[in-house]
């Protein structure tokens, strides 16, 4: 499988996202503010490719290392990639699941034409998933430790913090 460096060298993959985003300036601004590595995934990405971890063996038209990672990164800017789970045997005969990541055709779209639209609504649902996160977490915490027990780490890390985040009302 090819990486995406090899056919979306930095300076091409710059330049094909001016291109594909011309006259969009909340997407072009976005685009300056993006890593290499993020920068040639999501060109490969708006280009209509599938990418995934190099040195899986999963179908996908390009690998990249740490595809998760710069997934992630991406989701980080408020981007639409989509992860599809495919499930795939081990090198040692397992059962494993992979990721590939993609941008749907109509987010393409929606991104093109209506930019801080789509954003938001990114931001809308990694918050949301942050949020999910955070409540199993909490859960976990509370099986382990009880309400007792997380009320004094909020405790100390209100004191190792200073001050609550805002909006928020300190532990008593």
């Given at each position: 499988?090819?990486?995406?460096?090899?056919?979306y060298?930095?300076?091409?993959a710059?330049?094909?996202?001016?291109?594909?985003?011309?006259?969009?300036?909340?997407?072009?601004?976005?685009?300056q503010?993006?890593?290499?590595?993020?920068?040639?995934?999501?060109?490969?990405?708006?280009?209509?490719?599938?990418?995934?971890?190099?040195?899986?063996?999963?179908?996908a038209?390009?690998c990249?290392?740490r595809?998760?990672a710069?997934?992630?990164?991406?989701?980080?800017?408020?981007?639409?990639?989509?992860?599809?789970?495919i499930s795939?045997?081990?090198?040692?005969?397992?059962?494993?699941?992979?990721?590939a990541?993609?941008?749907?055709?109509?987010?393409?779209?929606?991104?093109?034409?209506?930019?801080?639209?789509?954003?938001?609504?990114?931001?809308?649902?990694?918050?949301?998933?942050?949020?999910?996160?955070?409540?199993?977490?909490?859960?976990?915490l509370?099986?382990?430790?009880?309400?007792?027990?997380?009320?004094?780490?909020?405790?100390?890390?209100?004191?190792?913090?200073?001050?609550?985040?805002p909006?928020?009302?300190p532990?008593?």
């Amino acid at each position: 499988m090819q990486k995406v460096t090899d056919l979306y060298p930095p300076e091409i993959a710059r330049h094909k996202l001016q291109n594909h985003f011309a006259g969009n300036t909340v997407m072009l601004e976005l685009i300056q503010k993006l890593n290499k590595t993020s920068l040639c995934t999501f060109a490969a990405l708006c280009d209509g490719n599938v990418v995934t971890t190099s040195g899986y063996n999963i179908t996908a038209d390009l690998c990249v290392n740490r595809a998760s990672a710069v997934a992630h990164s991406l989701k980080q800017k408020y981007l639409p990639v989509t992860a599809r789970t495919i499930s795939t045997k081990a090198d040692v005969g397992g059962a494993v699941k992979q990721a590939a990541f993609c941008i749907d055709e109509d987010d393409l779209a929606r991104l093109k034409s209506e930019p801080e639209k789509m954003m938001k609504e990114c931001e809308r649902n990694l918050n949301s998933q942050k949020r999910t996160n955070a409540q199993k977490e909490m859960s976990r915490l509370y099986k382990e430790f009880g309400e007792d027990g997380i009320l004094a780490l909020l405790r100390n890390v209100a004191r190792s913090n200073g001050t609550p985040p805002p909006g928020a009302h300190p532990a008593s």
